[in-house]
Nanobody
């Protein structure tokens, strides 16, 4: 069992930056590939970024490529999402999720474990 708790959301102006964190419980965190998803009001949840268990490989949605960076610290059982050059269309609830499948397959959203999310609001 893995429990995930996101933090770091808030209100930011367009062009600004935020760093989200996701703290995981359990001693098996390093065996999970991790991902961030987001869900904007009245829209379906969408993939944002994924990272392999070692942190050596990453995958990004085209909409955030070059602006967002996913990383992890297995010693701290934490995965991060650094969000730069934020746009109003990045406004959403951001969810952290864990799964044992290859990090490249996580775009489908069928994850083993989910956090409850943290709200990011980008004002224009």
């Amino acid at each position: 069992q893995v429990q995930l708790v996101e933090s770091g959301g808030g209100l930011v102006q367009a062009g600004g930056s935020l760093r989200l964190s996701c703290a995981a419980s359990g001693r098996t965190f390093s065996s999970y590939n991790m991902a961030w998803f987001r869900q904007a009001p009245e829209k379906e949840r969408e993939f944002v970024a994924a990272i392999s268990w070692s942190g050596g490989s990453t995958n990004y949605a085209d909409s955030v490529k070059g602006r967002f960076i996913i990383s992890r610290d297995n010693a701290k059982n934490t995965v991060y999402l650094q969000m730069n050059s934020l746009k109003p269309e990045d406004t959403a609830v951001y969810y952290c999720a864990a799964d044992r499948r290859n990090y490249n397959r996580l775009t489908d959203g069928y994850m083993d474990y989910w956090g409850k999310g943290t709200l990011v609001t980008v004002s224009s």
